[in-house]
């Protein structure tokens, strides 16, 4: 358990960021504005006002961020493509990208990038949002477009990113851009991010048959609380929104029996077409994992949110009296537990239960709350808990799992979403007043990772 881990030749040792997280420059060749750019103006949606005008200016700061992560010994790159900035003037508004992949071929990084990271042109939002079918389509285009330009150079493309936090932070809980409140919308908008995922597939897909597809979903590992019923019915709950209700339909071609069941009162009834478009054959599947959630159902309780700094309103479309109680284990600057053997879970898991598929770590880290002390972060949490997940991964390899690749979260220090700058996920410290960067202890060590391609005795 904490003897070497050597990983397989070929593994992708990576780092993730996302466009609106990272880029700023939101005003910068005709990129037209995105429900990000409105929801952080919404009087108390973001903590402080923050917003990601700036953010860490990685749009002007890419070819020090490249020569960065080449310092890192990384191996890939996971960006996000902006649609907002490819909706703006023809083909224009993807040269950055183009700069960008140029930029990590030539440091022997292979781009990763993802075509949905929550930054919806705000006019297609206005005209209906996910919870429009038409959306889809358009993603579709979108797609084709950046394929078109990227995709002689780009193997592997993620479509959507996290569709369970784009649909039920977005538009039940309201935490996220665009904050409406609607479950019965925030169904929609789920079955549409995976239609759109599929109809992207098929479209990148004519153009390039070669190329590798897939996309990135947040799981959890979940447990009952306790063998109670009530406790065990909970977390089928959370397991069906959370992880089944996009495994099955992207995988297996269809929802899950019992989450239909659950949701029937909202009138939810996805065509059986939609189901074939989304089940299109995908090479890769990106796993984001944070957590585990611990689940107990009290129907008397209020329903429980712990999405943003706010959450008021329950992301648990169908289930609001689900909570989440404390097991003591540790948690990191954002409140969330620790467990690193909910990953190998969900790795096996998926090896298990599902059609055989490439798998890759697509997010991974621990956010913050942090400050040099003498020009350095020391950050011996965030070393900690990436060593157990990488422990984890290495356990699940060892397991016959084909885990091809392991992406942190995060490269650098940047926007995270609701709770502004106050919390920092990166490997490199981002003074904000004047946009340094600064490896973290994490980042050397991470170095160190590569290097040997996996990890020593554990200290
Ligand atoms: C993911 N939740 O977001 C995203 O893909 C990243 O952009 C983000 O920075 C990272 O994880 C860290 O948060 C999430 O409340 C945001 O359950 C919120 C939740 C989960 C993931």
Known sequence: MSGRADFPDGFRWGAATAAYQVEGATDAGGRVPS???????RPGAVLNGDTGDVAVDHFHRFREDVGIMGDLGLTAYR??????????????????????????????????????HWDLPQELEDAGGWPSRDTALRFADFAARAHQVLG??????????????????????????????????????????????????????AQRPGNRFGAAVNLYAVSPAS????????????????????????????????????????????????????????????????????????????PQAASSPFAEHSPWVGSDHVRFPSTGRPVT?????????????????????????????????????????????????????LD???????DAITAGVPLRGYFTWSLLDNFEWAWGYSRRFGLVHVDYA??????????????????????????
């Open 227 to 302: 063998d109670s019923e009530a406790d065990v019915d909970a977390a089928r709950r959370v397991d069906g929104l959370q992880n089944r209700f996009f495994l099955d339909p992207l995988l297996l071609g269809r929802y899950p029996e019992d989450v239909l069941a659950d949701l029937e009162r909202f009138g939810f009834a996805p065509p059986d077409a939609d189901l074939a478009v989304i089940n299109q054959p995908i090479e890769h599947l990106g796993i984001n994992y944070y957590s585990r959630h611990t689940v107990s159902g009290d129907p008397d309780s209020a």
């Open 388 to 394: 157990g997940h990488l422990r984890a991964c290495h």
């Open 333 to 385: 600057g954002m409140g969330w537990e620790i467990d690193p053997s909910g990953l190998t879970e969900v790795l096996v898991r998926l090896h298990r239960e599902y059609p055989a598929v490439d798998l890759c770590v697509t997010e991974n880290g621990a956010g913050y709350q942090e400050e040099p002390s003498n020009g350095t972060v020391h950050d011996p949490e965030r070393i900690g808990y």
């Open 152 to 205: 002689d150079r780009v193997t592997n493309w993620l479509t959507v990113n996290e569709p369970w936090c784009a649909a039920f932070l977005g538009y039940a809980s309201g935490d996220h851009a665009p904050g409406r409140r609607d479950p019965g919308d925030a169904l929609l908008a789920a079955h549409h991010l995976m239609v759109g995922h599929g109809l992207a597939v098929q479209a990148m897909r």
């Open 434 to 459: 004047t946009l340094r960067r600064a490896p973290k202890d994490s980042a050397r060590w991470y170095a160190e990772v590569i290097r040997r391609g996996g990890l020593g005795d554990r200290g």
């Open 79 to 116: 960006f996000s493509v902006a649609w907002p900035r490819a909706h703006a003037s023809g083909e224009g508004g993807l040269a950055f990208y183009d700069r960008l992949v140029d930029a990590l071929l030539d440091a022997g990084i292979e781009p990763w990038p993802t075509l949905y």
């Open 35 to 41: 429900i990000w750019d409105t929801f952080v103006r």
